[in-house]
């Protein structure tokens, strides 16, 4: 069993990063090659789905700007 990521020795962070190294150019190939063989309609569901929130996120009644110049207001004031 490998070590904890605080444990690595100075061997084994060779050993893991010449891994990579060596894994890498054929991880981006297979990476490209699935991106080039994706259809349209792939790619535009692909797209869809990075547009469209995981989970549904309650609606903020202000962008918090007025809250934020309150905070600074009173900063200002606090350090006259």
Do not use: H, I
């Amino acid at each position: 069993m490998p070590n904890p990521p605080d444990k690595t020795t100075p061997t084994e962070a060779a050993s893991y990063a010449a891994a990579w190294r060596r894994a890498g150019p054929a991880l981006d190939a297979k990476r490209l090659q699935s991106l080039w063989s994706l259809t349209e309609e792939e790619s535009a569901q692909c797209f869809a789905r990075l547009l469209t929130p995981g989970v549904a996120l309650p609606l903020r009644p202000s962008s918090g700007l007025v809250e934020q110049q309150r905070v600074l207001a009173k900063l200002r004031d606090g350090q006259r």
